[in-house]
């Protein structure tokens, strides 16, 4: 049973940064590209920054050069640095394989940035 857990969200203010994290279990997760996914009230998930097998990233255009994604695969856990959080960037965040799997998304993590 694949489990994906996220976790590190919290309320923070404009201009302030948070560590998210993703655990995973039932997968062998080196062998897997990786996702942060978001999704606002409203709006459509969205995917804001992968991580290749090999290292590789990318980014949505509207987080680039302020989130950084990197993955430790000892830990089967993806990570998603955010610095200079914006109000726009409240969302709940979720973790999935890269391309996601619909049946694999997990609670998320609530990200609350206020003005």
């Known amino acids: 049973q694949v489990q994906l857990v996220e976790s590190g969200g919290d309320l923070v203010q404009s201009g302030g940064s948070l560590r998210l994290s993703c655990a995973a279990s039932?997968?062998?997760?080196?062998?897997?590209?990786m996702g942060w996914y978001r999704q606002a009230p409203g709006n459509e998930r969205e995917l804001v920054a992968g991580?290749?097998?090999?290292?590789?990233?990318n980014y949505a255009d509207s987080v680039k050069g302020r989130f950084t994604i990197s993955r430790d695969n000892a830990k089967n856990t993806v990570y998603l640095q955010m610095n200079s959080l914006k109000p726009e960037d409240t969302a709940v965040y979720y973790c999935?394989?890269?391309?996601?799997?619909?049946?694999?998304w997990g609670q998320g993590t609530q990200v609350t940035v206020s003005s």
């Open positions: 039932g997968i062998i997760f080196s062998k897997n590209h």
């Open positions: 991580i290749t097998t090999g290292g590789r990233t």
């Open positions: 999935n394989v890269l391309p996601a799997i619909q049946g694999w």
